[in-house]
C-alpha cells in the first residue's frame, strides 16, 4: 500500500504556515514551512499532492530534495498529531459511507 497525501497541508488550516515548530525548523533550514511539511512527508515515503495558484509556493512545493530533516525534526513534527483531520472525521461511519456512495459523474 502507498500512502498519498491528498491535502498535505490540510488545506491551509488550522494556521498551519504559521506553527512555531514548524517555522523554527523551515528557518534552520532556510526553507520555508510549506518545503518542510512536504520533505517531512517525503522522507517517511508518502507520495505529496499539494496544490497551490501561486507560482514562488509551487518552486518552493518541488525544492524539498535539497535539505534533509534529522530525526529529532521529524520526531518534532509527528508530535503535532491531534488525532483528528481537520477536514472530514474518517472515523464516522455515517461520513465514511457517504464518501463511498460520492458520484463524481453518472
Ligand atoms: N483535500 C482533499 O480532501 C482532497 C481530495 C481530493 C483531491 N484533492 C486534491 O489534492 C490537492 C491538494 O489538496 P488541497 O488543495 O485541498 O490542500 P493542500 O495542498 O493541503 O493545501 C492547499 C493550500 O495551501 C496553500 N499553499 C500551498 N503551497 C504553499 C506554500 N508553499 N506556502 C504557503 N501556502 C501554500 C495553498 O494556497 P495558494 O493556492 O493560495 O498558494 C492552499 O491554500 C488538490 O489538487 C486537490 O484538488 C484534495
Known amino acids: 500500500i ?3 497525501a491528498w491535502a498535505p497541508f490540510a488545506e491551509g488550516q488550522n494556521d498551519i504556515f504559521n506553527h512555531p515548530t514548524l517555522k523554527a525548523i523551515a528557518e534552520q533550514h532556510d526553507k520555508g514551512v510549506g518545503a518542510v511539511i512536504l520533505r517531512w512527508l517525503n522522507q517517511r515515503n508518502i507520495v505529496v499532492i499539494p496544490k497551490s ?3 514562488e509556493r509551487m518552486i518552493e ?3 524539498i530534495l535539497d535539505f534533509t530533516l534529522s530525526k529529532e525534526e521529524i520526531d518534532a513534527i509527528a508530535l503535532l498529531e491531534t488525532g483528528k483531520s481537520p477536514i472530514y472525521d474518517d472515523m464516522d461511519l455515517l461520513t465514511v459511507k457517504g464518501i463511498g456512495l460520492h458520484k463524481i459523474h453518472e
Do not use: L
Open 2 to 4: 502507498q500512502h498519498e
Open 53 to 55: 495558484v501561486h507560482k
Open 61 to 63: 512545493n518541488f525544492n
